[in-house]
């Protein structure tokens, strides 16, 4: 299965499937490093999280499921 990178500002998802470019079920692991500041009734605030590792594992098209496959295509200006 190949995994599509993340989109970024110019980039978007797609299934080629069913054309879907709008909901996608994702999986990945990351590591991240946070700061938890508590207040005296133990209810805790993150206040820094900064992402030491972050990899996708898979990509799938929320309404196809399994078996589609997700592209990274170029975001279309809207006019
Ligand atoms: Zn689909």
């Known amino acids: 299965m190949t995994i599509p990178r993340l989109?970024?500002?110019?980039?978007?998802?797609?299934?080629t499937r069913c054309g879907n470019l709008t909901?996608?079920?994702v999986r990945?692991?990351?590591v991240?490093?946070?700061f938890w500041h508590f207040d005296?009734?133990?209810e805790?605030?993150?206040e820094e999280r900064n992402l030491a590792s972050d990899a996708v594992q898979e990509?799938?098209?929320?309404?196809?499921?399994v078996g589609a496959?997700?592209?990274?295509?170029?975001r279309t200006v809207v006019e």
């Not at 989109?7 to 299934?15: E, K, Y």
């Not at 496959?69 to 170029?74: D, F, H, K, P, S």
């Open 7 to 15: 989109p970024d500002s110019t980039t978007r998802w797609r299934c």
């Open 69 to 74: 496959v997700v592209e990274l295509i170029a």
């Open 44 to 46: 805790p605030v993150i």
């Open 23 to 25: 909901r996608f079920d």
């Open 40 to 42: 005296l009734s133990g």
């Open 32 to 34: 991240a490093h946070e």
């Open 28 to 30: 990945r692991d990351q």
């Open 59 to 65: 990509v799938k098209c929320r309404w196809c499921g």
